[in-house]
């Protein structure tokens, strides 16, 4: 597990070149491109040819599909797309418009249909229009000059105001109505059902392009992308520059590239003040690793890569949580059935492993806590021999989770410390590995009664301390370092309350297998007392109770498992954040789901 090493390269070229460079950068794959240009200029640059997904969403999601064309010789993919988002788009705003008509004609009824008069006309004077309950008329009388009741209904009475401004102090919001006669509006929503049953028509038209537009989807969203790309690439009448960041590994390639075509070519290792994207590189089983550390954040570029630890801790803590054999049979089933569909997909293929390890974690745990869908196995038996662990034991259970937190812990402070490359900015991440171990050892042998850690305990504690507030600032001056050390001290609580945190593993794990047990009881209770039918009634408790148990414990698995990786454990692992490298490349599956 690592981060890989990344260098700055830059290309410079003709213009006439760029789309050459761009069309052959995206095969390799190897590049994420740095803009050179402003925002603005980039947006203004960029076609609206994004809109693959959505053109063929739009179109598949028509009820009543034409005959498919199937002979591609005659078909235009980007033609398509921008017709099918254009119809689109049109629609949307004819529909927006019969609803603002529809309301604005409903509106407008209750006082009849006419035609504004002139401002001139009207002596400079303009028509206000409210409508006023009945117990509020008498304010309208008071406040306004000039008004008419228009019409009246047992709620509400219509009046017009006659004034050169609106009435500010009536306590009654005033209608619009708009400068159009109803009629005129009415005309208008007859021309716009009319124009949306056209863009029906156009849209059930260009479905017939459906499944071509499907198979060249990704040619759309390749194409999209090298716009973009295009849009960050400096360039005027005569030259380009393109630049980006590269793995080492990619610098052969595109050094041979260059000088193939006749492009000028240089790279350099990042500056201190750069700040390149974080690419980690794993093995193929701890891959998915990588995506459970990037849902919650991207580690900086100069820290390390968490994905393997995340990885194996995820699935201990999930299969503790879970705490069942029985369940984790049936998600092995589920896993079993999906398997083949999964590895269609390249993130399917990285998230077998995954699931793999987890069902075997779960299945593991669950043997040696003796819990199959909530029943215990006798001692006597072969699966009862298998049990070293009880979940009633309160004592030990507790014990065990707090052991993992403050390995969990001290690994994460152990890691740190191992990125930096002087020893000074290391001795803090190794103070808190003495204070957290020997407090650690320091309650053990009180609870135990084990005098002769007493001490070697306090003396860990007390070295850790001091490297914590001589270390956590050692580039400050003295008054500041001391300062700073004894502020970076304050953590202790926090380590404590993290390192209890771990706790949540036995007390869901607990809660999942009481769970199970209860629902066992009462189908047990059901049966007895109703011979017969309550078979029926205990089975549907049985099949509801689990179905539902398992689902807490799935839900419960991943939110909690990734909360110990992502906040307690990046908390003291992982402190500086980076950005994702999104190399320039084309598309390697169709995404869309059918």
């Known amino acids: ?155 509400f009475c219509y009046v017009v105001v006659v004034s050169k401004d609106e009435v500010s102090e009536i306590p009654i919001p005033r209608v619009h109505l708009g400068y159009k006669s109803r009629h005129e509006l009415e005309t208008r929503l007859d021309e716009v059902e009319l124009a949306i049953e056209d863009a029906q028509a156009e849209r059930a038209y260009l479905t017939r392009w459906h499944d071509l537009l499907m198979c060249n989807l990704n040619q759309l969203e390749d194409l999209a992308v090298c716009e973009n790309a295009a849009a960050k690439v400096y360039s005027n009448d005569s030259t380009f520059a393109l630049q980006g960041w590269a793995p080492t590994e990619s610098l052969p390639i595109l050094d041979d590239y260059s000088k193939q075509q006749a492009f000028y070519f240089v790279s350099e290792a990042s500056k201190p003040e750069d700040n390149p994207p974080t690419l980690m590189r794993n093995i193929s089983w701890f891959s998915a690793g990588e995506d459970l550390v990037t849902f919650y954040m991207t580690p900086g570029y100069r820290t390390w890569d968490p994905s393997a630890i995340v990885f194996v801790s995820f699935v201990i803590f999930f299969a503790m949580i879970l705490a069942d054999a029985g369940y984790a049979g049936l998600m092995g089933l589920a896993l079993l059935f999906r398997w083949k569909r999964m590895g269609y997909s390249s ?7 995954l699931l793999l390890s987890i069902v075997g974690a779960s299945l593991v745990f669950g043997t040696l806590v003796g819990s199959y869908f909530g029943v215990t196995p006798a001692p006597e038996s072969w699966l009862g021999k298998l049990q070293l662990l009880n979940m009633d034991d309160t004592d030990r259970m ?57 001490e070697p305990s306090i003396a860990l504690m007390v070295i850790g301390a001091f490297l914590i507030v001589g270390f956590t600032t050692p580039e400050a001056k003295p008054l500041a370092r001391f300062l700073g050390g004894l502020e970076g001290l304050t953590k202790l609580s926090g380590a404590l309350g993290d390192i209890l945190s771990y706790l949540r593993l036995f007390a869901l794990g607990l809660g999942s297998a009481s769970l199970a047990i209860e629902f066992n009881s009462m189908a047990t209770n059901v049966y007895q007392g109703y011979p017969g039918i309550g078979l029926v009634f205990a089975l549907l408790i049985l099949v509801l109770g689990h179905g539902v148990n398992l689902i807490l414990g799935i839900a419960s698995g991943v939110i909690h498992g990734l909360r110990l990786n992502v906040i307690e454990f990046f908390n003291w692992g992982l402190k500086e954040e980076g950005t994702l490298y999104q190399p320039f490349k084309q598309s390697e599956d169709n995404s869309w789901n059918r």
């Not at 700055?8 to 460079?21: E, H, N, P, S, Y």
């Open 1 to 155: 597990m690592s981060i890989v090493i990344m260098h700055k390269v830059t290309f410079i070229g003709m213009t006439a070149d760029q789309d050459l460079l761009l069309t052959d950068l995206q095969k390799m794959g190897c590049l994420q491109i740095i803009p050179l240009v402003s925002g603005s200029i980039a947006l203004a640059k960029t076609a609206s040819t994004a809109g693959a997904n959505e053109a063929l969403k739009f179109l598949h999601t028509y009820p009543w599909r034409r005959r498919q064309v199937l002979d591609p010789e005659h078909f235009d993919a980007i033609d398509v797309q921008q017709r099918s988002l254009e119809v689109r788009n049109n629609l949307h705003n004819l529909k927006d418009e019969r609803d603002f008509l529809i309301k604005r004609i409903q509106d407008m009824r209750p006082w009849g249909d006419f035609v504004l008069p002139s401002l001139a006309d009207m002596g400079n004077l303009r028509l206000w229009f409210y409508v006023v309950p009945h117990k509020m008329l008498s304010k309208i009388q008071t406040l306004a000059p000039v008004w008419e009741i228009i019409k009246q209904d047992n709620r």
């Open 347 to 353: 993130s399917g293929r990285r998230f077998r492993p």
């Open 398 to 454: 507790m014990m065990i989770s707090v052991v993992i937190g403050v390995f969990h812990v001290v690994l994460a402070n152990i890691m740190n410390a191992c990125r930096y490359e002087h020893w000074q900015d290391r001795l803090s991440s190794i103070g808190w590995i003495g204070v957290v171990s020997g407090g650690f050892a320091l309650a053990l042998g009180n609870s135990l009664s084990i005098a002769t850690l007493q």
